[in-house]
């Protein structure tokens, strides 16, 4: 266990941090998960709507970066064009 003031006071920012960082993933999976679990094509057009909205929250969070951002909706996008 920490000794001093400030390490004590890292702990606790720290965790606060992971929880709410850990939150923020879980929801991101939760959307990615709707586009990839949609029944038809218009469906997974309006969750992909709704990924994209999660994504740039995150990145403008700073939970994911911006490159990052960018390959996830674009594996997305190409994912329901490809729908039949």
Same mark, same amino acid.
Request: hydrophobic letters at 40%.
């Given at each position: 266990?920490?000794?001093?003031?400030?390490?004590?006071?890292?702990?606790?920012?720290?965790?606060?941090?992971?929880?709410?960082?850990?939150?923020?993933?879980?929801?991101?999976?939760?959307? @990615?998960? %709707?586009?990839?679990? *949609?029944? =038809? /094509?218009?469906?997974?057009?309006?969750?992909? #709507?709704? !990924?994209?909205?999660?994504?740039?929250?995150?990145?403008?969070?700073? @939970?994911? %970066?911006?490159?990052? *951002?960018? =390959? /996830?909706?674009?594996?997305?996008?190409?994912? #329901?064009? !490809?729908?039949?």
């Amino acid at each position: 266990m920490a000794h001093h003031k400030s390490a004590i006071k890292r702990i606790r920012i720290q965790e606060k941090q992971r929880t709410r960082n850990r939150m923020y993933r879980s929801r991101l999976k939760t959307a @990615i998960r %709707k586009v990839r679990e *949609a029944e =038809n /094509k218009e469906a997974a057009a309006q969750a992909l #709507v709704d !990924a994209y909205s999660v994504i740039d929250k995150l990145v403008s969070k700073g @939970i994911l %970066k911006k490159n990052t *951002a960018a =390959n /996830k909706k674009s594996r997305l996008t190409k994912f #329901v064009n !490809a729908m039949g």
